[in-house]
């Protein structure tokens, strides 16, 4: 499955911006889906995963109550709203698939990554 992820930009402390991630090349619904991010210097960080139907999702703490995961099956995308960000949620974005069930918080988990889009918010 190939993933292109998009939505990301520039923004103030405490804006919001929604990450997307398109899907395509496979069926979109038999995959668990996820975000990582990985700021400058520091390695790649789970931040939020959902199951392959929606019905569970699951959060980082740094981010929990902050940022929603969901997933249209029907537009191949899964989206990632974060709202109040902080200076320190820069990083490059990326949105993974997975074969696993459940909600994997593992990378070596996830089978397709896509790009990366980057998140720079300035305080």
């Known amino acids: 499955v190939q993933l292109q992820a998009s939505g990301g930009g520039l923004v103030q402390a405490g804006g919001s911006l929604r990450l997307s991630c398109a899907a395509s090349g496979r069926t979109f619904s038999n995959y668990a889906m996820g975000w990582f991010r990985q700021a400058p210097g520091k390695a790649r960080e789970f931040v939020a995963a959902i199951m392959w139907n929606g019905g569970l999702t699951h959060y980082a703490d740094s981010v929990k109550g902050r940022f929603t995961i969901s997933r249209d099956n029907a537009k191949n995308t899964v989206y990632l709203r974060m709202n109040s960000l902080k200076p320190e949620d820069t990083a490059v974005y990326y949105c993974?698939?997975?074969?696993?069930?459940?909600?994997?918080?593992?990378?070596?988990?996830?089978?397709?990554w896509g790009q990366g889009t980057l998140v720079t918010v300035s305080s």
């Open positions: 993974a698939a997975s074969h696993t069930s459940g909600v994997p918080i593992v990378s070596a988990w996830y089978n397709y």
